[in-house]
């Protein structure tokens, strides 16, 4: 199985960028779709995006499109989420997660298995 730790998380006013990361280790990162989700308080865990294994494909939430990005770099076995033009309403605790099985491309958090503990990302008016 693979094991995956989010960082990049912080404070940021409204209109700026943050970058967060994804590492894996225990398994090659490149055998799984990377998904990111996040979760505000009071809410559900929201799907923003994911990304193929090899890297060529992905897919977000309209509610992100446009601002952000996701990229990943299977040497260095790190997944990537560039948040740009961030909003308030984007304030939440991030997660990065692996499916079973490794291949889906699925916005329900129910179809993946892995999960890293989170980071925090504030957006201040």
């Known amino acids: 199985q693979v094991q995956l730790v989010e960082s990049g998380g912080g404070l940021v006013q409204a209109g700026g960028s943050l970058r967060l990361s994804c590492a894996a280790s225990?398994?090659?990162?490149?055998?799984?779709?990377v998904a990111w989700f996040r979760q505000a308080p009071g809410k559900e865990r929201e799907f923003v995006g994911c990304i193929s294994r090899s890297g060529n494909r992905q897919s977000y939430a309209d509610s992100v499109k446009g601002r952000f990005t996701i990229s990943r770099d299977n040497a260095k076995n790190m997944v990537y989420l560039q948040m740009n033009s961030l909003k308030p309403e984007d304030t939440a605790v991030y997660y990065c997660a692996a499916p079973t099985p490794a291949w889906t491309m699925s916005q329900s958090a129910a179809d993946y298995a892995y999960w890293g503990q989170g980071t925090q990302v504030t957006v201040s008016s």
């Open positions: 225990g398994r090659t990162l490149s055998d799984y779709v």
